[in-house]
């Protein structure tokens, strides 16, 4: 094998090259790959964070969605108790208004009663003094008379 000038021309046009390319083209072609990893890296650990978000919203929203429940729970029992109250409150209502009226009620039905002894009195004292009329047969005067007839009929 023979080492020619065409052989060396072309070992240093291939170290040219070789120094070319490790100069001018390599450099920019990694600083491209580099960017684009660090892109590619970015973006996965940009996904992890918004799978780790995700989960963490869905842990939030499991934990409002309880929060709501036990304060829809609350309030239910809330409104039940204060529905209680207001019947407690209107049975009380109605029992003192019933008592009020009983007492009205028995307070006229005395004032009836005492009314109608008085009228009783009077209608006894107009037949006693209508008797003593027909034993005596004779007018009695109910003027001279009236201390006696009210005595009697006080104590009726």
Do not use: Y
Request: hydrophobic share 45%.
């Amino acid at each position: 094998m023979n080492i020619n000038l065409t052989l060396i021309g072309q070992s240093i046009s291939f170290i040219f090259f070789v120094w070319f390319c490790l100069k001018f083209i390599w450099p920019p072609i990694i600083n491209a790959l580099e960017r684009r990893k660090k892109t590619i890296a970015d973006g996965l650990a940009a996904g992890e964070k918004g799978h780790h978000e995700l989960e963490l919203a869905k842990q939030r929203f499991v934990e409002m969605v309880k929060e709501a429940k036990a304060k829809a729970v609350d309030i239910i029992n809330q409104a039940q108790k204060r529905h209680d109250e207001i019947v407690d409150e209107a049975k009380d209502d109605a029992r003192t208004e019933g008592n009020r009226i009983l007492a009205a009620a028995r307070a006229e039905i005395d004032q009836e009663r005492q009314q109608v002894r008085e009228e009783l009195r009077q209608q006894v004292t107009l037949l006693a003094v209508a008797g003593a009329e027909q034993i005596l047969m004779r007018e009695v005067d109910q003027n001279v008379h009236k201390e006696v007839l009210d005595k009697i009929s006080a104590d009726l």
